[in-house]
């Protein structure tokens, strides 16, 4: 095995990992009255380009790390799940331009996904562990949430608001990137939101700053920055392959290791940015 350099593996994932969103004349779903509720234009073209972007994981290490009006200053800023800003503005800004959700967020009660206005700002995009095969009649019999149901319940709701379904295909096509570039075998669960957000900014943006994925000298137990609550398994991963996640990441980081240590800050190239 040819352990590959930063550069090749960013050409790696250029080529491997397609950003496509569900569209309503993708089979299984033409046939479906509701179809008509998914974005008529994919993603990509209907958001951005944009020059820089900050992608904010979670992780309880943004608790007092002051990087509020840094992430602001972006051109877009990507969040997840049920992360909020109000209240934490000085550690993780204000501006959502990207809020990407997992089925399980949309479907437990105490998410109260359909009414909380935590998720009416800025665009939707929402993923479910798909099954291996990345089929999608497959799929749409076998969610792990009721994906489906919540989104059309949520489009009735809120017509106005851009939402997208990730095609689960990208989910498996970074899974094989990761076990490709690893030694040694990999849980077969699909890369946490915050990779998938990660590569979607890198399909949309110049430039992508992902904030506390790789954690800094902030480095924590606490599991979210919202939230009193400690785990490790949350920065190393359990379902999700993250520590490899990590790995991968960390090797193609453009940005300088101490802005990792005092920031948590690495900086990644727009896919539009180089050629392989
Ligand atoms: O925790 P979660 O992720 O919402 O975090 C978003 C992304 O931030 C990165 N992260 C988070 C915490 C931490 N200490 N370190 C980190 O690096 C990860 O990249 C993570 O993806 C998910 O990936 O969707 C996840 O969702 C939660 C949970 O479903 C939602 O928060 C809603 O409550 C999962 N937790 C459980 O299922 C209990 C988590 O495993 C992954």
Redesign the pocket.
């Known amino acids: 095995r040819v352990k590959l350099s930063g550069p090749e593996l960013l050409c790696q994932l250029k080529e491997l990992v397609k950003i496509t969103t569900l569209t309503p004349e993708m089979e299984p779903f033409t046939k479906f009255p509701w179809a008509s509720q998914l974005p008529a234009r994919p993603l990509t073209s209907a958001l951005g380009p944009f020059k820089t972007c900050a992608v904010?994981?979670?992780?309880?290490?943004l608790r007092n790390s002051g990087l509020g009006k840094e992430i602001d200053a972006h051109d877009a800023v990507v969040r997840?799940?049920?992360?909020p800003t109000v209240g934490f503005e000085k550690d993780v800004g204000s501006k959502t331009t990207v809020r990407?959700?997992?089925s399980?967020?949309m479907a437990?009660e105490?998410?109260h996904f359909l009414s909380s206005s935590l998720y009416s700002s800025g665009t939707l995009v929402a993923?479910d562990p798909a099954p291996f095969s990345s089929d999608l009649s497959e799929w749409y019999n076998n969610t792990d949430y009721p994906i489906f149901k919540q989104y059309q319940r949520y489009r009735r709701l809120h017509p106005q608001q851009l939402f997208y379904i990730l095609h689960p295909s990208m989910e498996w096509q970074l899974w094989k990137q990761l076990q490709d570039n690893m030694a040694e075998p990999i849980q077969k669960n699909p890369?946490?939101?915050?990779?998938?957000?990660?590569v979607l900014m890198m399909s949309l943006c110049d430039v992508v700053h992902v904030y506390?994925?790789?954690?800094s000298r902030r480095k924590?137990e606490?599991?979210?920055y919202y939230q009193n609550f400690r785990?490790a398994?949350?920065?190393m991963?359990?379902?999700?392959p993250?520590l490899y996640?990590?790995n991968l990441v960390k090797r193609m980081n453009q940005g300088f290791e101490k802005d990792i240590y005092n920031r948590g800050r690495v900086t990644l190239p727009g896919f539009n940015t180089f050629d392989c």
Request: proline share 4%; net charge negative; charged share 10%.
């Open positions: 904010v994981s979670s992780a309880g290490s997840f799940n049920a992360a990407l959700i997992n399980q967020v437990s105490d998410h993923w890369p946490s939101s915050g990779l998938l957000g990660t506390e994925f790789l954690p924590t606490l599991c979210h785990d398994a949350c920065t991963g359990a379902y999700h993250l996640e990590k």
